[in-house]
């Protein structure tokens, strides 16, 4: 990993958004509503995160 922030935002971003797909594809793997909505609920925190992250960068390209 490197220690440039923007390359380490772009890394945490990627992961977020590789964690979302991972959750909506589980969503449709089960027959359990609870665990489907377990899912859609990490899957909706998981969005959070790449907001975050896509603003923070966002903010951060337009510093320069």
Same mark, same amino acid.
């Given at each position: 990993?490197?220690?440039?922030?923007?390359?380490? +935002? !772009?890394d945490a971003l990627e992961?977020? /958004? =590789?964690?979302?797909?991972?959750?909506?594809?589980? #969503?449709?793997? !089960?027959?359990? *509503?609870? #665990?489907?909505? +377990? !899912?859609? !609920? +990490?899957?909706? *925190?998981? /969005?959070?995160?790449? %907001?975050? #992250? %896509?603003?923070? #960068?966002? $903010?951060?390209? =337009? $510093?320069?």
């Amino acid at each position: 990993m490197s220690n440039d922030p923007s390359a380490v +935002l !772009f890394d945490a971003l990627e992961r977020e /958004k =590789w964690a979302y797909k991972k959750y909506k594809e589980a #969503i449709d793997k !089960f027959d359990d *509503e609870d #665990i489907k909505a +377990l !899912f859609r !609920f +990490l899957a909706a *925190e998981e /969005k959070k995160h790449i %907001q975050m #992250i %896509q603003d923070e #960068i966002d $903010e951060a390209l =337009w $510093e320069y």
